[in-house]
């Protein structure tokens, strides 16, 4: 498998949406109430495009075949501060630095259990650290089990609650990211 770490083009949208549609029905299937009542949307993609802050990794061997999806996950990662991080319950933040926040990742379940998240969020990482944040932040819903799972294998810290806009609780991840 061969892959590459682009900006997300408008032309990604639709298979993108395909992953998201997975995605939702995936996190269905788990009882897990994340991703519900049409979030993300295309317009939420959008915007990410729009803001630079969209990710999609590329399987470069199928890159030549036009009939077959070649995007095996995308996400979104800002370095703009995320307001819905400050303020955490339960805990603490592991620091007050420039962070990368990481949201909206989603593999193709084609590409599922084999290693894409991880590498996605080794990538993130990279961009971190040639960027001099400090730390990666990440959130998620509590029975989302295979997330938490990544990011406790990834040497992320749960550092407490926090609470989206709509006053949904998610768990709250940080690690600090080495540089040089």
């Known amino acids: 498998m061969?892959?590459?770490?682009?900006?997300?083009?408008?032309k990604d949208v639709p298979q993108i949406m395909k992953i998201v549609s997975a995605a939702?029905?995936?996190?269905?299937?788990?009882?897990?109430?994340q991703w519900t009542?049409?979030?993300?949307?295309?317009?939420d993609i959008r915007a990410d495009?729009?803001?630079?802050?969209s990710y999609v990794l590329v399987d470069i061997s199928k890159e030549e075949n036009k009939t077959d999806s070649n995007i095996m996950a995308f996400s979104m990662f800002s370095f703009r501060e995320e307001p819905t991080y400050k303020r955490i319950y339960k805990g603490n933040w592991l620091s007050s630095e420039l962070?990368?926040?990481?949201?909206?990742?989603?593999v193709s379940p084609t590409y599922r259990k084999k290693g894409v998240a991880e590498y996605f969020l080794r990538c993130a990482e990279n961009i971190a650290a040639k960027n001099?944040?400090?730390?990666?932040?990440?959130d998620t819903h509590n029975d989302n089990m295979p997330m938490r799972n990544l990011l406790l294998k990834l040497n992320y810290e749960y550092c407490?609650?926090?609470?989206l806009a709509n006053g949904d609780e998610r768990l709250a991840y940080e690690k600090l990211i080495k540089i040089g």
């Open 2 to 10: 061969d892959i590459s770490l682009r900006i997300t083009e408008y």
């Open 24 to 33: 939702q029905s995936f996190l269905a299937s788990m009882h897990v109430n």
């Open 37 to 43: 009542n049409g979030y993300p949307s295309e317009k």
């Open 49 to 53: 495009i729009d803001r630079n802050e």
């Open 99 to 106: 962070y990368l926040v990481v949201h909206r990742m989603s």
């Open 132 to 138: 001099g944040a400090k730390s990666i932040r990440i």
């Open 160 to 163: 407490g609650i926090i609470y």
